[in-house]
């Protein structure tokens, strides 16, 4: 369960802002993002209401996380493999164990759930294409 105590809403920011500067530096999935997202401003304000909400329960995030993957051309399993590569070491580096345990296991799951989700969509379009 998400909870208050976990951690602070400095420790999501710095998560999430450090977690973005190495996807940014990231040549492989650096110009995927660069080349979706016009307002970081805005997308790291999204993230952070979406990790604050996921590990301190604080229910600010309102969005839709699948139909914007599902949405993005060519992504691929090793580059989900990348993204929580990159995910994992920002999440080692706040310092506060617990909120890194729980972090990872988060991203994980949900990593895997965009993928499914994604490969559905694929298979769904490819479907209809073919009728
Ligand atoms: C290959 C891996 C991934 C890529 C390339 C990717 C890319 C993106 C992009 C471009 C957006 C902005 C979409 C938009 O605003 O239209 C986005 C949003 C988002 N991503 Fe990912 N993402 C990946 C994996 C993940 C994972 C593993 C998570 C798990 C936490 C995640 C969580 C989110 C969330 C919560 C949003 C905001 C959705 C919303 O505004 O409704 N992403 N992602």
Known sequence: MPTPDLCTEEEVQQLVHGFYDAVRRDEVLGPIFDSHIHEWDRHLATMVDFWSSALRG??????APMPKHAALPGLHAALFQRWLALFDEAASAIGNRAMAERAKDLAARVAESLWYGYQMNQAARAGAGAA
């Open 58 to 63: 604080t229910g600010r995030f309102r969005g």
